[in-house]
């Protein structure tokens, strides 16, 4: 069992940077895959970022179309933690961002693959 709690959002200007982190409980960390979704108002969840386990394609990184650039993953697995560099801003970047761990071999983009889910953190990005 996993347990992932999200910290960092808030409201904030746009072109601003923002900077998440996701803490993971239990002693195998390093083996899960870690992903960031983000859920706007009236809007399915989207994937926004993915990074490998360290045991698995080295820990090689992953984004989404409308993020690549501008948004970093990475991870510190003595700390168990897990986090998502966000600079330049935009309006559509508002949304609850969510933190998942993923123990397995397909694909990153796949929400439905991952297992354990966090409750989310609120980024709100004024213009």
């Known amino acids: 069992q996993v347990q992932l709690v999200e910290s960092g959002g808030g409201l904030v200007q746009a072109g601003v940077s923002l900077r998440l982190s996701c803490a993971a409980s239990g002693r195998t960390f390093s083996n899960y895959a870690m992903g960031w979704f983000r859920q706007a108002p009236g809007k399915e969840r989207e994937f926004v970022a993915a990074?490998?386990?360290?045991?698995?394609?080295?820990?090689?990184?992953f984004y989404g179309d409308s993020v690549k650039g501008r948004f970093t993953i990475s991870r510190d697995n003595a700390k168990n933690t897990v986090y998502l560099q966000m600079n330049s801003l935009k309006p559509e970047d508002t949304a609850v961002y969510y933190c998942?761990?993923?123990?397995?071999?397909?694909?990153?983009?796949?929400?439905?693959?991952?297992?354990?889910w966090g409750q989310g953190t609120q980024v709100t990005v004024s213009s």
């Open positions: 998942a761990a993923y123990r397995g071999l397909g694909s990153l983009f796949t929400e439905g693959n991952y297992d354990y």
């Open positions: 990074i490998a386990a360290i045991n698995w394609s080295g820990g090689s990184t």
